[in-house]
């Protein structure tokens, strides 16, 4: 064809050949930057794609919630109560998942290349060399012989599963600090006792009896050939642990509705509060299990000893970090001029609730521990700090992002059910987890409260007994517990099995409340405040008795509050001035807020009757009496008070006989205001009586409401 170099370049062969090595490599860098540019572009198609599926999915939950609003509104509207908002959110999260798994196809992408590589291991970052370029891979989960084809749909739904430490980091916080903030403290710190033992020596109970039953249904089932994995003791205990915390979010939200007696309320509620924390730590110490030797299941007492030893330390050093947190949040807000701010104040007060958690992650201790106490704390101490806007931005906010992150979960179950990849479902498994829960819970609360009520005078009768026994459901902690970890055979069939039990939980024993209450005739429409205000007109001798119920640390303990923590971390409370030895003068002074002065003896805190039982509300705060007739007159009359007594005495005996003369009085707020029964004839009298005898060190400025 006559081609030649000198043709095709039009110049000399010489000079051609000199200019060739340039020219090729001219050519070379073409090429590859065109190749370099075609990768960015499709890169940042995927990105553009994988942002849009992520828009998408999220709006599936958004539109979840939407739904799950408007059908709680509907069903209140209705007054239909047999099936909760958790209930319903659960239904439309499997209605989606149907949807998602059988429903929705994606089509197979030309791009995917299957290649096969001699690797002993899975690692979790794969490096590839694609012609001298290389490229980072991430390993997402084992994909099921002869599943090639539904990769994509495989990964379609593996979008719509979040990463478990989104629950622990981000939707766990808010609902556990707002069952510590939203504590009613005066009727549980009345029956903390009971609920301490519920909650402590109750969950241990009920794990070991759930891991031995479960023992022994693995073993049979290990022995006819049905169980495709290994499945330790250690397992079953783990298993026994995340099913032992109780989640009555429906049971409570209608107790709360109908206004159930408000000891059995305190009891569900406070129990199914601490068991959270008590099982998390838990299964963390039974995780923590390591004999020595080469098998790690045997039984070994040393290795039992170091995993109760771990128990109580991050137990105690999560409830530590936790008050700490609380305290410096108190101490904060009283000694700066936040309160005149109340957006920062509710800022800094939200971001340390919520920095309480990640912090006690951070340290190896546990999270919800820490800000559980850090909630009660902040109730208790940092509340009465808050000006009035940010006390109800706080309480409006962690509601809300309770509400919110619950009825996420919960929806998230029922997509959970077909979207996660690695169920495994053993119908022997399942029958066995079912009676495991039963005679755990069982064993949790009979012989318990029959232990209880040979020291209680206001006994747990029957009747409140199969109310909690029926109550025990499970829910968002169980649930995120067992998705934390789903890597081996046996976890894959706890979290499949842990499923099914609060799906049954929730719909049977959740909308089966009310008529369980109708059938156990539980008595309903009691007002808490009107329970207190009947207990306040007992006579002198139910008083005493009704006083003497309380366990003398707990008076101890409110003694030492009321005079020294009160005073020292909020504005409430008398001065540190009155109740702190004179030697301490010049440090009283300078912890003491002017505000202090100003509110002498005044509580801010709703809940200020945090102490342990009603009559010690008076016994603790009956230095004024308002008295006033059917005119609208009134006479004030006050009487010093002296230095706290923890036990009986001459003190205790005054304020008894004192309290034995007051048939119709209310105690409101440390205030007794005396109304009378009937129009008074004669003007109102006031009977003055000689104070007690004041022990040294009394103060007759110091005045308790």
Same mark, same amino acid.
């Given at each position: 064809m006559g081609f030649t170099i000198r043709r095709f370049l039009g110049v000399k062969p010489s000079k051609a050949l000199l200019s060739l090595p340039f020219l090729l490599t001219f050519l070379l860098v073409g090429s590859q930057g065109e190749s370099s540019a075609m990768d960015n572009v499709a890169t940042e198609r995927m990105a553009e794609e994988s942002h849009r599926q992520d828009s998408a999915n999220l709006l599936i939950f958004i539109m979840l919630l939407t739904l799950t609003i408007l059908t709680i509104w509907l069903f209140k509207h209705r007054r239909f109560r047999f099936l909760h908002e958790t209930g319903l959110a659960m239904i439309y999260g499997l209605l989606v998942g149907v949807i998602l798994r059988f429903g929705v196809h994606v089509p197979q992408s030309t791009s995917d290349v299957i290649l096969s590589c001699a690797?002993? +291991?899975?690692?979790?970052?794969?490096?590839?060399?694609?012609? @001298? !370029?290389?490229?980072? =891979?991430?390993?997402?989960?084992?994909?099921?012989?002869?599943?090639?084809?539904?990769?994509?749909?495989d990964e379609m739904l593996r979008k719509v599963t979040f990463d478990p430490e989104v629950f622990f980091n981000i939707l766990l916080p808010p609902i556990i600090f707002h069952a510590g903030y939203s504590l009613k403290r005066r009727h549980f710190f009345r029956n903390i006792g009971s609920i301490l033992a519920y909650a402590f020596v109750g969950t241990v109970i009920s794990c070991f009896v759930i891991g031995l039953i479960m023992y022994g249904f693995v073993s049979f089932m290990k022995f006819v050939g049905q169980l495709g994995g290994d499945f330790f003791f250690t397992d079953c205990l783990f298993f026994g642990a995340i099913v032992s915390a109780t989640d009555p979010v429906t049971v409570l939200a209608i107790f709360n509705e109908l206004k159930v007696d408000v000891d059995l309320y305190a009891l569900l509620f406070g129990e199914s509060v601490l068991n959270d924390a008590v099982a998390i730590v838990l299964s963390s110490s039974i995780v923590a299990y390591q004999p020595t030797g080469d098998n790690s299941h045997s039984f070994e007492a040393m290795a039992l000893l170091k995993s109760f030893g771990i128990f109580l330390g991050v137990f105690s050093g999560s409830f530590a970090l936790g008050v700490a947190t609380g305290v410096m949040t108190a101490l904060v807000t009283k000694f700066?001029?936040? !309160?005149?701010?109340?957006?920062?104040?509710?800022?800094?007060? %939200?971001?340390?609730?919520?920095?309480?958690?990640?912090?006690?992650?951070?340290?190896?201790?546990? @999270?919800?521990?820490?800000?559980?106490?850090?909630?009660?704390?902040?109730?208790?101490?940092?509340?009465?700090?808050?000006?009035?806007?940010?006390?109800?931005?706080?309480?409006?906010?962690?509601?809300?992002?309770?509400?919110? +992150?619950?009825?996420?979960?919960?929806? =998230?179950?029922?997509?959970?059910?077909?979207?996660f990849q690695s169920h495994v479902f053993n119908p022997m498994f399942i029958i066995g987890a079912f009676v495991a829960v039963?005679?755990?819970?069982?064993?949790?609360?009979?012989?318990?409260?029959?232990?209880?009520?040979?020291?209680?005078?206001?006994?747990?009768?029957?009747? %409140?007994?199969?109310?909690? *026994?029926?109550?025990?459901?499970?829910?968002?902690?169980?649930? +995120?517990?067992?998705?934390?970890?789903?890597?081996?055979? +046996? !976890?894959? *069939?706890? %979290?499949?099995?842990?499923?099914?039990?609060?799906?049954?939980?929730?719909?049977?024993?959740?909308?089966?409340?009310?008529?369980?209450?109708? %059938?156990?005739?539980?008595?309903?429409?009691?007002?808490?405040?009107?329970e207190v205000s009947g207990s306040a007109m007992l006579d002198g001798s139910q008083r005493r008795n009704t006083k003497h119920e309380s366990a003398w640390p707990f008076r101890i303990w409110y003694n030492f509050d009321h005079n020294y923590l009160k005073p020292l971390l909020t504005h409430s409370g008398p001065p540190l001035t009155a109740t702190m030895p004179a030697c301490c003068g010049p440090l009283a002074r300078c912890l003491t807020s002017p505000q202090a002065y100003e509110n002498e003896g005044r509580l801010h805190d709703d809940e200020s009757d945090f102490i342990l039982n009603d009559a010690s509300v008076s016994s603790m705060y009956a230095d004024i009496t308002v008295s006033t007739d059917a005119s609208g007159s009134r006479t004030i009359n006050r009487k010093h008070s002296s230095a706290a007594s923890t036990g009986g005495g001459p003190a205790d005996e005054g304020l008894d006989h004192e309290l034995a003369l007051a048939e119709n009085e209310v105690a409101i707020r440390g205030t007794r205001l005396v109304l009378p029964m009937d129009d008074p004839v004669d003007p109102p009298t006031t009977v003055t009586l000689p104070p007690p005898p004041s022990p040294p060190h009394s103060d007759p400025r110091r005045h308790r409401l």
């Amino acid at each position: 064809m006559g081609f030649t170099i000198r043709r095709f370049l039009g110049v000399k062969p010489s000079k051609a050949l000199l200019s060739l090595p340039f020219l090729l490599t001219f050519l070379l860098v073409g090429s590859q930057g065109e190749s370099s540019a075609m990768d960015n572009v499709a890169t940042e198609r995927m990105a553009e794609e994988s942002h849009r599926q992520d828009s998408a999915n999220l709006l599936i939950f958004i539109m979840l919630l939407t739904l799950t609003i408007l059908t709680i509104w509907l069903f209140k509207h209705r007054r239909f109560r047999f099936l909760h908002e958790t209930g319903l959110a659960m239904i439309y999260g499997l209605l989606v998942g149907v949807i998602l798994r059988f429903g929705v196809h994606v089509p197979q992408s030309t791009s995917d290349v299957i290649l096969s590589c001699a690797v002993n +291991a899975s690692p979790a970052t794969l490096l590839v060399n694609v012609s @001298g !370029r290389f490229y980072e =891979y991430t390993l997402k989960g084992e994909v099921s012989r002869g599943k090639g084809h539904q990769v994509q749909d495989d990964e379609m739904l593996r979008k719509v599963t979040f990463d478990p430490e989104v629950f622990f980091n981000i939707l766990l916080p808010p609902i556990i600090f707002h069952a510590g903030y939203s504590l009613k403290r005066r009727h549980f710190f009345r029956n903390i006792g009971s609920i301490l033992a519920y909650a402590f020596v109750g969950t241990v109970i009920s794990c070991f009896v759930i891991g031995l039953i479960m023992y022994g249904f693995v073993s049979f089932m290990k022995f006819v050939g049905q169980l495709g994995g290994d499945f330790f003791f250690t397992d079953c205990l783990f298993f026994g642990a995340i099913v032992s915390a109780t989640d009555p979010v429906t049971v409570l939200a209608i107790f709360n509705e109908l206004k159930v007696d408000v000891d059995l309320y305190a009891l569900l509620f406070g129990e199914s509060v601490l068991n959270d924390a008590v099982a998390i730590v838990l299964s963390s110490s039974i995780v923590a299990y390591q004999p020595t030797g080469d098998n790690s299941h045997s039984f070994e007492a040393m290795a039992l000893l170091k995993s109760f030893g771990i128990f109580l330390g991050v137990f105690s050093g999560s409830f530590a970090l936790g008050v700490a947190t609380g305290v410096m949040t108190a101490l904060v807000t009283k000694f700066t001029k936040l !309160r005149d701010f109340p957006l920062l104040e509710t800022a800094l007060f %939200f971001l340390m609730s919520w920095s309480t958690f990640l912090l006690a992650e951070a340290c190896g201790f546990t @999270g919800v521990v820490a800000v559980l106490f850090c909630g009660i704390t902040q109730a208790h101490y940092t509340f009465n700090n808050l000006s009035p806007d940010s006390q109800d931005r706080t309480k409006q906010l962690f509601e809300l992002l309770n509400f919110l +992150a619950e009825n996420f979960i919960f929806s =998230y179950m029922g997509l959970t059910l077909f979207s996660f990849q690695s169920h495994v479902f053993n119908p022997m498994f399942i029958i066995g987890a079912f009676v495991a829960v039963f005679l755990g819970r069982a064993a949790n609360i009979y012989p318990l409260s029959f232990l209880l009520n040979l020291g209680r005078r206001n006994k747990i009768g029957s009747k %409140f007994q199969h109310v909690m *026994m029926f109550a025990g459901l499970r829910g968002a902690m169980t649930f +995120a517990l067992s998705i934390r970890d789903t890597a081996t055979y +046996a !976890r894959q *069939m706890m %979290f499949s099995t842990t499923l099914l039990i609060v799906f049954f939980t929730v719909w049977i024993c959740g909308g089966g409340t009310t008529p369980m209450l109708s %059938f156990m005739s539980i008595p309903v429409g009691v007002d808490s405040d009107q329970e207190v205000s009947g207990s306040a007109m007992l006579d002198g001798s139910q008083r005493r008795n009704t006083k003497h119920e309380s366990a003398w640390p707990f008076r101890i303990w409110y003694n030492f509050d009321h005079n020294y923590l009160k005073p020292l971390l909020t504005h409430s409370g008398p001065p540190l001035t009155a109740t702190m030895p004179a030697c301490c003068g010049p440090l009283a002074r300078c912890l003491t807020s002017p505000q202090a002065y100003e509110n002498e003896g005044r509580l801010h805190d709703d809940e200020s009757d945090f102490i342990l039982n009603d009559a010690s509300v008076s016994s603790m705060y009956a230095d004024i009496t308002v008295s006033t007739d059917a005119s609208g007159s009134r006479t004030i009359n006050r009487k010093h008070s002296s230095a706290a007594s923890t036990g009986g005495g001459p003190a205790d005996e005054g304020l008894d006989h004192e309290l034995a003369l007051a048939e119709n009085e209310v105690a409101i707020r440390g205030t007794r205001l005396v109304l009378p029964m009937d129009d008074p004839v004669d003007p109102p009298t006031t009977v003055t009586l000689p104070p007690p005898p004041s022990p040294p060190h009394s103060d007759p400025r110091r005045h308790r409401l």
